[in-house]
């Protein structure tokens, strides 16, 4: 079995605009809205420092539905950056960011992959030919969802070739209000 490493990250909420924060300061909150920025810089140099195989990215990577323009092509640099390092990505959307939401047509790197949000997709990871783990995921493919995306996932038997599996949901664990759980 091949060793391999991972960065796991969520709810990024790049170029989050803070609401109420620039009425009381308008430096700090330029601040706030940078740090989205930096904290997503941050980690893609922690993949590239540490060398992990893959980054995995679970939803809310934008702060709303019609994303912004500087947010995407942030995003994408980050992306690029990782392309060059031979580090894949595995993205799944969130409610703060679902597939039915405003995007610009922009052509990902190939060692990005997103999934769909219409039904649970399995994605094979390899590392010098040989499968290490088998990654699951959806993603919101629009911002209300009201039942239990996690019944959507297979029962999943080990596999000979993979011992590792991975779920890839963007939800909430607990009572939040705003974002129950649904029952099935």
């Not at 894949?88 to 047509?105: E, Q, T």
């Amino acid at each position: 079995m091949k060793k391999f490493s991972f960065i796991h990250t969520a709810d990024l909420h790049l170029d989050s605009t803070f609401k109420g924060i620039s009425e009381i300061n308008d430096r700090i909150s330029s601040e706030l809205t940078k740090a989205t920025f930096n904290t997503f810089n941050k980690i893609i140099d922690l993949c590239i420092e540490r060398r992990v195989d893959f980054l995995l990215i679970a939803g809310d990577i934008y702060d709303g539905t019609d994303r912004s323009l500087r947010a995407q092509l942030r995003f994408l640099e980050g992306l690029k950056r990782l392309s060059m390092a031979e580090i894949k990505a595995y993205i799944v959307h969130g409610n703060h960011d679902p597939l039915d939401g405003w995007s610009a047509n922009l052509d990902w790197p190939k060692n990005v992959h997103v999934f769909k949000g219409k039904s649970v997709e399995r994605v094979s990871v390899e590392k010098d030919g040989e499968e290490i783990v088998q990654i699951y995921g959806i993603s919101f493919h629009k911002r209300e969802i009201k039942t239990n995306l996690t019944y959507e996932f297979p029962e999943i038997s080990k596999s000979k070739n993979a011992p590792f599996t991975i779920g890839m949901l963007h939800c909430n664990v607990g009572t939040n209000t705003g974002h129950e759980l649904c029952k099935r």
